[in-house]
């Protein structure tokens, strides 16, 4: 695979409809439940203001929760990946802070069962997640340094 074979890593995104593809529809129902109280905020804030965003999420993220995706979902998708080119190619891009809602089952970093799927904590602390960067970091430096004066 070229990904691999250029060193390249794909990063999981643990947002739900990347993870499930029938979570969009489950979360447009539950903003339809709550389109009155949706609506009434947008009386007083604007939709594309932080304010609109927090409370919006105050109002609907307890349904959204019941609709997510599973954490083992989540842990099959990083198992595809692994299987298919290998940890040193596999990075976790959380974005904790900025989805509506997080899988079932998984609040902070500390949830991440991935030993449960007989990884090796040495694989999982070191090539999914420290070794991408170290190598990135050395394959690169050296070429953006070359180029520094271009």
Request: proline letters at 3%; a neutral charge.
């Amino acid at each position: 695979m070229a990904i691999k074979e250029n060193g390249g890593v794909v990063f999981v995104n643990y947002y739900p409809a990347y993870i499930d593809s029938t979570f969009e529809k489950r979360a447009n129902k539950v903003r339809k439940k709550h389109k009155r109280a949706l609506d009434s905020l947008k009386v007083l804030y604007s939709e594309e203001s932080d304010d609109y965003w927090y409370k919006s999420q105050d109002i609907i993220n307890k349904d959204l929760a019941k609709v997510a995706p599973s954490l083992d979902q989540l842990i099959d998708h990083i198992d595809y990946i692994v299987n298919l080119i290998g940890p040193d190619h596999v990075g976790l891009g959380s974005d904790f802070d900025g989805v509506e809602v997080l899988p079932r089952g998984i609040r902070t970093v500390q949830k991440l069962l991935l030993l449960r799927r007989n990884y090796l904590k040495e694989d999982t602390q070191k090539k999914i997640l420290e070794k991408y960067w170290e190598r990135i970091l050395n394959a690169y430096s050296a070429k953006w340094l070359d180029n520094w004066d271009e």
